[in-house]
Every structure is written in structure tokens, then in C-alpha cells.
């Protein structure tokens, strides 16, 4: 197997990993979301640290401007999670997942804003269509009772693509991945454990054990997809992420009966038909280039 075969098959695991969290998060019932943010990086901490400890990575930054950026990713990836999280105990499971994959449209956004990367008018051109597309997916009217969740999802899916353009930072600055795992783990459960602590709920066993597979999920989606990316470049595999979407309508038709309303199916097809125009163009791009 080539690594591009590879890389595709690792990040299709990766969607489908994401996706086994986001149903497990949503099994494990009514508890509040920090007390099912801090399980879920408890769980992923352990297994980052056990990574870090394995392959001798230090816990710490190179530089000071590192460290500041690291927080910054901590910080956004912690507010998208729970942005995230909230949005999948009330929204159908699907809906929730596509507004978390707007976060590649701003982390386009954010890399031109803070990374000073070139934006052109296609790149404008289709951030655009993705976010009407999640509009469609929000329904901005007072008569949507989910509209809140609605709009915790989209911004998550903002807090997140602030988080991966730090991630892009990090990684071109010699900070690897297992320590920014970590790290952002540690600090997501620090700012939820005075939540967990004011406001605990009590859990069946039946409940931990679906934040522990949560936490097993996004794990395994975490290391699954830092491998695929180093196995081939984004532009090669990244539309193939969007196959969490199918997986996360499958397991919530399957386990809790969701059904995506007609402007809900009509958001996704925008939102992945701009990551496939993406795609393509990326790929020309590249092949022109090498040509």
C-alpha cells in the first residue's frame, strides 16, 4: 500500500473515530457538557502522555512565542469542544458534525489573519458558500427551538479552525504533536474541573463507560489523523474527513432515530460540495506545478 492509500484509509478512521465519540457523547445522557468535556480529555490526556512517554518528547515549548500560541490553542480548542459538545446533546447528530467541519473554512480565515497567508478570491468564494450552506444547516429564525445550539455549533466549529491554524503554527515551529495533544488535554481539564466540581452529576456505570469510549474515540481520531496528514499532503486526502458526516447520520439514524429536516441536507451538499471544489482545485493546482 502507498502512503497515499494509507493516509486515506487513516483519516477515513479518523472520521469515522470522531464520529463513534460524537454518538457516545450523546449516549451518555443528561449530563452537563464540562462534565463531558473533562471525561473526554481525561481519557485522551492519559493517552498522550503515554505516546509522549514512549517516543522521550519533552512537556514544554521551544519558545516563548510558542508557549503563547499553544495557549491560544488550548484555549480555542477547549471553547470549540464545548461549543461542540453542547451542540451534540441537542441537535441531530449529523447537523452537529457538519457545523464542526466548518472549521477548515476559518482556519483558512485565520491562517490569512494571523499567519499573514495569502487569501484569494476563491478562497473567499467558497468560505462564502460554506458558510450560507451553514446557514441553512442554523435556520437563524426565532421560530428554530435549537437555534442556540444551532449557533454553539457553528461557533465551536470557528473556535476550532482558530485552533488548527495554531496547530499549523506549531507544527512549522518544531513542536510536535503528541505534546500539543497533551497540553491542550491538561488544559481543557483544568477549566472544566471547577465546573465538574461546582455542578457533579452522579453517573451509572453505564455512563462512564460511554465517556471512557468517548474519550477512546477521540483519541483514536486525534493520533489517526496526525498520521494520515504525514503521510500525504491535505490537498490530497483532506475531502475524505467529510466522511464523518456519513458516519455520524448513520449512527444517529441508527441509535437515536435522527432524522436531518430539507434544509439541513441542502446546507451539507453546499458545505461539501465547497470542500470538494477545494479539493479539486488544490489538486490541479498541484499537478500544474509539478508538471
Known sequence: MNKRN???????LSAFSFAFMFAFVRLSGDLPTMQKVFFRNFVALFFALGVMKKKHIRFGCATRKNSMVLFTRSLAGSLGMIGNFYAIDVLVLSDASILNKMSPFFCVLFSFIFLRE?????????????FIGAL????????????????????????????????????????????????????????TLPFLIID????????????????????????????????????????????????????????????????????????????????????KKAQTKEG
Open 136 to 191: 441553512f444547516v442554523i435556520k437563524p429564525t426565532f421560530a428554530n427551538a435549537d437555534l442556540f445550539a444551532s449557533l454553539a455549533g457553528f461557533l465551536g466549529g470557528m473556535a476550532a479552525g482558530l485552533a488548527y491554524t495554531c496547530v499549523r503554527y506549531l507544527g512549522q515551529h518544531g513542536e510536535k504533536g503528541p505534546m500539543i495533544v497533551a497540553y491542550f488535554s491538561l488544559f481543557s481539564c483544568l477549566i
Open 200 to 283: 457533579f452529576h452522579p453517573m451509572s456505570i453505564l455512563q462512564v463507560l460511554c465517556l471512557i469510549a468517548a474519550g477512546f474515540g477521540a483519541a483514536g481520531g486525534q493520533f489517526a489523523i496526525t498520521a494520515a496528514y504525514s503521510n500525504a499532503p491535505a490537498r490530497e486526502i483532506s475531502i475524505f474527513d467529510y466522511t464523518q458526516i456519513i458516519f455520524t447520520a448513520t449512527l444517529g439514524f441508527l441509535m437515536f432515530g435522527d432524522k436531518p429536516d430539507i434544509w439541513s441536507l441542502l446546507g451539507y451538499i453546499i458545505i461539501i460540495s465547497m470542500a470538494m471544489t477545494v479539493f479539486i482545485f488544490s489538486n
Open 6 to 12: 494509507k493516509a486515506i484509509l487513516l483519516i477515513i
Open 118 to 130: 495569502k487569501l484569494k478570491l476563491f478562497n473567499i468564494v467558497t468560505i462564502t458558500g460554506a
